[in-house]
């Protein structure tokens, strides 16, 4: 928040950004005069990322927020839209600025099974990004990579070792010590925790807490888990079928949440707590195919505050307090909505 | 009165040429119409107690102690017709993923017809009946036209109905949920929990045994509760008292573990070290490297399973 008061500008913004995937080679189809059908995995997203905050993008299967997150990094390209990293476009950035980019912007995987080769040994999984960038002499980057290790709480001993020989925690360890390598200002993690047991998820949040203290990082998490969020987070932007639905921040979120697709997301939420038993009844139906999602307001089949317009109108991201935005038609101005009939 | 006894039961898997034990000397029962968790984390047991129970465990793997009760029949010492006979009539299974009891190959209605003649006296016409009645149940739409689906033409969260038919279709007494909702979207796993809870406990009196390492999922659904650590109960009780007054050590840390509760940044308790491998479980209490309690006589001594008061029971000497 604080980043907004004092003016700074954020860190990393997507502009109305947008990626659809086509769905079947189209030559066909195309001969044919059909349009090529796509899934618009992610449709006019438009975000702020604050230096040395974090933003957590939540949502459920199939809503985009991994997509999202590779549009982020430029792991893949839209089919439209910018992200500015400091004001420029980085899907138009010449080759030495888009090697600038990539080391100030790292991932961290879901699963750390699949995403540490298994044929290099831990030391060189985390010297690799230093021997791409050329960064000292041989010995300064085994060094580093000793250094790494340490600081995400393992030793020196472990850089010898095989993937496969660490549990899952260590290994998402080392996927931090890696991404860290080349000092990031800014890291998106997606699904950094799910795949861990409780007691080692808490290690391992623990540890990108202190890592953002010291080194004053900048977080995207990626993730389903709405603990992780209130717990972890700034901020927060709710992802529903391909569209930001509310952005806010977490506190203010989770005391009250407007959108009524966040709202039954948290009310489907397992509390720990047997005092306090949600309605299970609540959520309705299930998430629409993202092949072929509902008109207007995507929620509007499963929403049980639907209203006649909703099935007509996409209701854009409207301020509603400060530094809140949500997307829906209870939150319109009634002047703004066409005259509808009662049902 | 209990439907399915599980006494002192001790499963062992071969490993780099000797027995390994991943479950340990673990009794419990349970009873009509409640919901029991099975809690702890990977590689706790709490699976290989299920496969046990069903006796559906690995070629690696097999029961060297205690016995299961299914009523009056001895599933450890059953035969495997037997065994074929009560499995989906007075005992079943749903698991992670749904598709291990889907058969990709077969029409959705071919599989829950199936079932239902392999254990119930139906003819053609009624079995169809009956099984586009369980599809309603368990709230397929257009359940008619589904029945001639396939498999892999359900989301997940439709498998995973599909599969809990299947597996309600003979009015099981107990039914054994492994994971049941750990590969689903929250909104999607509240519908399935729900309806697990509707139609085999509060309809028809069944037993369930829910396999989580979800404690949000514990303390929604469960009435009663047992904690799992490296192949022991180390704490049993009502679902309310766990959550409210967890007595073991390692229950606590669990607890405090979680991330949420408006518990906001601070760091979430630690348990330090990690959960011991099979073939290096640490004398007396498996928990003293890691318990913040731990005095010396927890190095020798396995602390018993013992009854306090309150009908909680613990596995600590700091009860004692």
């Known amino acids: ?343 | 009165m209990s439907l399915l006894s599980v006494r002192h039961l001790t499963t062992e898997f071969y490993s780099g040429g000797r027995w390994l034990e991943a479950v340990s000397d673990v009794s419990f029962d349970l009873r009509p119409g409640e919901i029991l968790g099975l809690v702890g984390e990977s590689g706790c047991g709490k699976s290989t107690i299920a496969y046990s129970v069903m006796r559906l465990l690995a070629k690696n793997a097999r029961i060297s102690g205690g016995e299961v009760w299914l009523g009056d029949v001895n599933l450890t010492a059953a035969d495997d017709g037997r065994l074929q006979d009560l499995r989906g009539s007075r005992l079943s299974m749903i698991f992670q993923d749904p598709m291990t009891a889907l058969d990709s190959l077969f029409t959705v209605g071919h599989q829950v017809i199936e079932t239902l003649q392999e254990h119930l006296d139906l003819d053609a016409a009624a079995a169809r009946a009956r099984a586009l009645e369980l599809l309603r149940q368990v709230g397929i739409p257009a359940a008619e036209e589904r029945l001639n689906a396939y498999p892999y033409q359900f989301s997940g969260g439709m498998s995973q109905r599909i599969a809990l038919a299947i597996a309600i279709s003979c009015q099981p007494q107990v039914l054994i949920a492994d994971e049941p909702t750990t590969a689903l979207d929250v909104t999607i796993q509240a519908q399935i929990l729900h309806l697990i809870r509707r139609l085999m406990v509060e309809e028809g009196g069944t037993g369930v045994l829910l396999i989580t390492h979800d404690l949000g999922v514990v303390a929604q659904v469960c009435d009663r509760v047992a904690v799992m650590y490296a192949g022991k109960i180390v704490e049993f009780g009502a679902v309310e008292s766990i959550f409210s007054d967890p007595l073991h050590p390692y229950t606590q840390a669990l607890l405090n573990s979680l991330p949420s509760q408006g518990i906001k940044r601070g760091a979430l308790e630690n348990i330090r070290g990690r959960v011991p491998s099979l073939d290096d479980r640490p004398t007396g209490c498996r928990f003293h490297p890691r318990c913040p309690h731990a005095r010396d006589i927890c190095r020798v001594e396995a602390p018993p399973l013992l009854r306090r008061a309150g009908g909680q029971e613990v596995a600590c000497v700091l009860y004692d």
Not at chain 1, 167 to 184: D, E
Request: hydrophobic content about 40%; glycine content about 6%.
């Open chain 1, 1 to 343: 928040m604080s980043s907004t008061i004092n003016g700074a500008g954020p860190l990393l913004r997507a502009v109305g950004l947008s990626k659809h995937f086509p769905l079947e080679s189209s030559l066909l189809a195309s001969l044919r005069g059909a349009e090529a059908r796509t899934v618009k995995a992610v449709e006019a997203v438009s975000l702020d990322v604050y230096a040395g905050q974090t933003l957590a993008i939540v949502g459920e299967s199939g809503s985009g927020k991994s997509t999202l997150g590779r549009l982020l990094l430029r792991l893949t390209r839209p089919t439209a839209g910018r992200v500015l990293y400091k004001d420029k476009n980085i899907f138009s950035m010449k080759r030495g600025e888009l090697r600038a980019f990539r080391r100030q912007a790292q991932i961290i995987l879901q699963d750390p099974y699949a995403s540490l080769n298994p044929r290099m040994r831990v030391g060189r999984i985390i010297r690799e990004p230093l021997d791409i960038y050329r960064e000292g002499s041989r010995a300064e980057r085994d060094r580093r990579a000793h250094m790494l290790l340490e600081r995400v709480g393992l030793t020196s001993a472990h850089a010898r070792a095989y993937p496969s020989e660490l549990s899952g925690g260590q290994r998402q360890r080392v996927g931090i010590a890696a991404a860290l390598a080349l000092s990031p200002e800014i890291i998106i993690a997606d699904e950094p925790t799910s795949s861990l047991d409780v007691s080692v998820q808490a290690q391992t949040l623990n540890l990108l807490s202190e890592l953002q203290r010291d080194f004053n990082l900048t977080y995207v998490f990626i993730t389903h888990d709405l603990g992780v969020v209130q717990h972890f987070s700034d901020r927060v932007a709710v992802m529903y079928l391909g569209r930001i639905v509310e952005e806010a921040p977490t506190e203010a979120l989770f005391a009250a949440p407007q959108h009524p697709y966040t709202q039954v997301l948290f009310s489907a939420i397992p509390l720990p707590d047997p005092t306090r038993r949600v309605n299970w009844d609540l959520p309705k139906g299930e998430p629409p195919s993202p092949l072929d999602p509902p008109s207007g307001c995507h929620f509007h089949p499963r929403c049980p505050k639907v209203m006649t317009a909703c099935s007509a109108i996409e209701p854009p991201l409207k301020a509603t307090g400060p530094a809140r935005r949500v997307a829906c038609l209870l939150f319109e101005a009634e002047a703004d909505l066409p005259q509808t009939k009662g049902d």
